[in-house]
Nanobody
Framework: QVQLVESGGGLVQPGGSLRLSCAAS?????MGWYRQAPGKQRELVAS???????NYADSVKGRFTISRDNAKNTVYLQMNSLKPEDTAIYYC???????????????WGQGTQVTVSS
C-alpha cells in the first residue's frame, strides 16, 4: 500500500503560478497528477517516471512542469500562466506507468483544490 500526501493549491489570479507537491510513503516508479473540473471527467495532467521521462496533456504543455525528488519520493507540479480553465481538484496518482497513463494508477491522493479566478 502506498500513501500519497498532497500539499499546495489554493486561489490564484489568471496568469499566476502555484506549485503542488505530493509525497509518497514508498518508492514507486510512475507518479503524476490528474485533475477533475466540475461536470467533467478526470483527466491526466502530467506524469513522470523515476528516470525522468515525462508526459503532459496538450492543454498544459509549455505552462506546467512536473518534476520529482527520488530521494524524498516526492513529485512536484509547477503551474505557471494559470487560466480559469485550469480550475479543478488536482489528484496525485501513482502506480504502474501503463495504468497511470490510461485511467490512473492504483494509488490516489486526497485531492487539492486549485481555483484560478480574478
Amino acid at each position: 500500500q502506498v500513501q500519497l500526501v498532497e500539499s499546495g493549491g489554493g486561489l490564484v489570479q489568471p496568469g499566476g503560478s502555484l506549485r503542488l507537491s505530493c509525497a509518497a510513503s514508498k518508492n514507486i516508479n510512475a507518479m503524476g497528477w490528474y485533475r477533475q473540473a466540475p461536470g467533467k471527467q478526470r483527466e491526466l495532467v502530467a506524469s513522470i517516471t523515476r528516470s525522468g521521462s515525462t508526459n503532459y496533456a496538450d492543454s498544459v504543455k509549455g505552462r506546467f512542469t512536473i518534476s520529482r525528488d527520488n530521494a524524498k519520493n516526492t513529485v512536484y507540479l509547477q503551474m505557471n500562466s494559470l487560466k480559469p480553465e485550469d480550475t479543478a481538484i488536482y489528484y496525485c496518482n501513482a502506480g504502474p506507468l501503463s495504468s497511470l497513463l490510461n485511467r490512473g494508477g492504483d494509488y490516489w491522493g486526497q485531492g487539492t483544490q486549485v481555483t484560478v479566478s480574478s
